[in-house]
């Protein structure tokens, strides 16, 4: 056991937060299921309630940021580093704000019509997410981490998968469409989701460094 477990093991644990960082990590699955399944009713048009049930969880999600960081700046010791807590906990927020923006982008541009890379990409956004909920559940019990190493690979799998995705998707509208305005808003949309899977997998190698550390 290292020096550092064993303060934390002989010290009052606030375990609080790992109830905080698994409320954020449930409450990104919740908006990438949201999303995904959002953009995959045919014939959208309006995507102003969509738009609101996202803004109501990215509101939740700075709400539970905030507490973190207040609770924090009240602790003395934690379960584990608080700069890996921070970390994480700005991490599951920035997956949310990226969702978030592309639901605003959505309403702005007018867009009427999904592209197939883009729901592909989304899919695979909410497997990145139900793995990252699995890792932050884990923190509370790093006493497997050979499994927990097995996910975080997962989560690159993943974020590999849409990385060839997201190339294939760029060279398909340079390719086909015509219409400038148009190419610059379907470009945005896909910077912005790929990058939402980018921190997916930041935030599930948080998670192995912290794991590491605590052996």
Known sequence: MSLNSLIRWLKPRELVFFDLLEA????VL??????????????????????????????????????IIERLDKTFVTPIEREDILTLAHALDDVLDDLDAIADRLVLYNVHTMR??????????????????????????MSNPEEIRKHIR?????????????????????????????????????????????????????????VMKNA
């Not at 309006?46 to 539970?64: A, N, P």
């Open 24 to 27: 954020a990590a449930d409450n």
């Open 154 to 210: 997962k989560v690159n799998a993943l974020e590999n998968q849409v990385d060839a995705l997201y190339h294939s998707a760029l060279s398909g509208i340079f390719s086909n469409i015509t219409d400038a305005i148009e190419l610059i808003k379907w470009k945005e949309l896909l910077d912005t989701l790929e990058a939402a899977v980018d921190r997916i997998d930041h935030a599930a190698k948080v998670v192995g460094s912290t």
């Open 116 to 141: 197939a890379p883009f729901k592909e990409i989304a899919s695979l956004n909410v497997s990145g997410c139900e793995e990252l909920l699995w890792l932050v559940h884990s923190l509370r019990d």
């Open 30 to 67: 919740e908006s990438a299921k949201l999303f995904d399944r959002e953009i995959r009713i045919e014939g959208t048009t309006d995507w102003t309630d969509f738009r609101r049930k996202m803004k109501g969880l990215e509101h939740k999600g700075d709400e539970i940021t905030h507490e």
